[in-house]
């Protein structure tokens, strides 16, 4: 039994595989071959794609989803060990994980951080506690990476661009209102770096700056490909060259939970912002971005209404990666295994 | 393609064709007509019969419901084009209508007034968004209008009375603590019209009259059907001679978003409760309501339960008018059907 | 037609032969034997197992679930009769059970008590008024009694225990910090006498006895079994010999309403707490809790986690036992049965 935690825990050629089978699925018909089994979908954040995408993509294998929102139509979930349940939460994930394995063959998890401390978030406990307790195999829905987001990424610039190796991808920091989730960000520097890009990171100041687990990360598979990755906060250098323009807000490490001291920094940098002109000094890139997007605070309309735009490719994406990986990760798996324990 | 955004785009023909196959529905088996088909129900307001029989009645057809709640489970959606987002909205809808038409085969919305400037709720800007973006049939469960109730309430009314032209129906304001939708009826008046009904409008004032479009359209359709739409104050005109009373409760459109001046009219007009008195002056009339529907406020218990009382079957007959409906718009359509593009 | 509302309408040869079918349902495959068929399960309170074991379990029997939720997707509903309907509930239990029954096969509802008199609660309204008016089967889910718990309960115990009579089961209440729904005491307590137990309830106060309609029904099961209830409120007395210690926690009834007042009694009882000492005064008994359970409060994570603690099985039994309920249910009966009359 394997957990889709992180992409990191898995190699290139198996990814790969991933992506040629939810490429076959997306050009066939529906085959039901999870039939009869069942997946449990918890979400503890909003979702609109990744929601409809498990939901419907479960059921065209066969499969029952059930959507579960711990906090609001479930009860709240403990997760720290050993101490005593006097506050809010009305269970522990070692029974919610034990008990939901019973029922169903897939527990998927949308747990976004808390942003009161980045040293807590990173620790990633939510989603590691249902992999650890759970008897089935544990999907990520999004935590502080957001692997099938990266699957779906990777699909659709393999549909657009061919063989990737070599190719400049840029990740942008862009504005928005609110200090958000490094998920994505860290999730595309990954993957990109994974799949043999040249990654350049553009962000406002060094405070902008991935966690190292993912920066190091990343450097190790690009040196292993033959490529680097380049941090700059210099957009003309940024955008030069881009083969993809990959955009996504985040807020700075260093400003978990004191968030009032990094609004002047971020206010102070609303040009970042996707446009016609930054994305004229690319190499005819493609641009795209993991939705949900702000128009005209991340991207402009005008870009994001242009033949370059992928973005609506890469959520559809989303149904198919997600597809082939169920079928990966459940064709030999059942319910209540552990019980002959 | 085409959309159900208001019967006032079909014709008389058309929809009866609808409600045959409605009847035929109801009178055999669940046919899997749709099998493998999708369809997305967005909800921005609380429903109890729409979502139960939208989501009962896609399945009995074969498809999957994938049903949604925007700014609850989902994201909250931006409307207006061209402006900078940031406000509450981290979506725009030509971004969640392109999506969605990639996965699903059809988009159903429910959305009500914001009940501040009926000069803006009358334009129905987030469904006509939705049909302006979507790629796949977008269908109204309930906006500035509520079609599929209309169709419901013909069937209804098919089944009880036969041919339906000449017959006498009233359509009577009632008091509600609240000020309500005039979707119902804005819908009940041009149905009515539209199948031949002679129709009585009741209500407290001129206020109270409905939007001059539904009005036009409803005078026009009558005329052409020989019939003619009459408007009253009068409570004992209203009901004489009904073969149908049909009530509803709304707020008067002058008063949107000034609705402590309107609070007075409504509640000096509490008499206009549907009760047997009132009943006896029809003849021998039937009473329905689309639900919900507050008792001994709206109507009395004794009318409700009443056998003159149809509103059960009405409700009923939702799922049946429903399923003819996704039958005839999705029997040739698939969602990514604009991927090619 | 016959409502699941409490096992106190079902005799033991009744209920042992929907255990034996969810035994054989446990063991075997999925039998679509309810093709066709739904039902609405409607929430009005949080819900982890009951909501994933009813919609999965519909789902293996061929059946469609419909998930609401009063009040929050859908409309708030009135209960009393009679009443001028001016407050909060738009809707009346008359109408939406009666709607219901058109669209579904089969009604379960969750509707915990007000917690404001317990004289109110205890006549159980909300789902007595849904069985009074659907036409279709009514499903207790938890109100002030937990029949599908019950179920799942013994199952479980025949399942570790073989044959029941004449064993020892303790109830416990055990420590909480908020006053909760007595549902799972009564029904213990009922079942437990039902199946032959010799009970035994331990509580702080005689103020925390339980309801004297379940008392009763207990007292007078147990002789018909041969056994006898015992009330206790000495712990070592309580927990010595038991073949079985079930804990739940529980408000008092004479402070319903005035729980500030209770608040003391209940605080000086945080060591009703089970733990391996108390667990080690009985016949090596086994251990289970209903869940939701809070830890290192009501009991210690070493009990929870020890081989004897089979609170896992019985919260996994919840989907066998309601499978076989639903097929004796709905075996012979259909949605609109009521359309004739």
Redesign the interface.
């Known amino acids: 039994m394997r957990h889709f935690l992180t992409t990191l825990d898995y190699s290139r050629d198996e990814l790969q595989g991933l992506l040629d089978v939810a490429a076959r699925m997306k050009a066939g018909r529906?085959d039901k071959t999870l039939e009869?089994k069942?997946i449990?979908l918890l979400?503890f954040n909003?979702?609109?794609?990744t929601?409809?995408?498990f939901?419907?993509g479960a059921?065209?294998l066969g499969m029952?989803a059930?959507v579960?929102?711990?906090g609001?139509?479930?009860?709240p979930i403990?997760f720290e060990?050993?101490?005593?349940?006097?506050g809010e939460?009305?269970?522990?994930v070692?029974?919610?994980a034990?008990?939901?394995s019973?029922?169903?063959d897939a527990i998927a998890v949308r747990a976004f951080p808390k942003f009161q401390r980045w040293e807590d978030d990173r620790e990633d406990k939510v989603i590691r506690a249902f992999a650890a307790h759970a008897t089935v195999p544990v999907i990520n829905m999004e935590t502080i990476t957001h692997p099938c987001q990266e699957l779906a990424l990777m699909l659709t610039l393999q549909e657009k661009l061919g063989r990737t190796d070599g190719k400049k991808l840029l990740l942008t920091w862009t504005y928005h209102?609110k200090p958000l989730n490094t998920a994505v960000a860290n999730s595309a520097l990954i993957i990109a770096a994974k799949f043999g890009f040249e990654v350049t990171l553009l962000c406002p100041t060094p405070e902008y700056v991935l966690d190292r687990r993912y920066m190091d990360a990343a450097e190790e598979m690009a040196q292993a490909a033959g490529q680097r990755i380049t941090v700059t906060h210099d957009v003309e250098a940024g955008y030069r060259g881009a083969a993809v323009v990959y955009a996504k807000s985040w807020g700075a490490l260093p400003y978990f939970g004191r968030w009032a001291e990094e609004k002047p920094i971020r206010e102070a940098h609303r040009h970042f912002m996707v446009d016609r002109q930054k994305m004229e000094l690319t190499s005819g890139g493609l641009f795209s971005h993991c939705?949900?997007?702000?128009?005209?605070?991340k991207v402009t309309?005008e870009v994001?209404?242009s033949p370059q735009a992928i973005?609506?490719?890469e959520?559809?994406n989303r149904?198919h990666v997600q597809k082939a990986l169920m079928e990966a990760l459940l064709a030999g798996a059942s319910a209540?295994a552990d019980?002959a324990k």
Request: glycine residues 8%; charged residues 35%.
């Open positions: 529906h009869g069942s449990a979400f909003p979702s609109l794609r929601r409809t995408s939901e419907l059921h065209q029952k059930i579960l929102e711990p609001k139509g479930a009860w403990e060990d050993g101490g005593v349940m006097d939460p009305e269970e522990h070692r029974e919610v034990r008990v939901l019973r029922y169903v209102p939705l949900p997007v702000r128009r005209n605070v309309d994001l209404d973005h609506i490719d959520a559809e149904i209540g019980r």
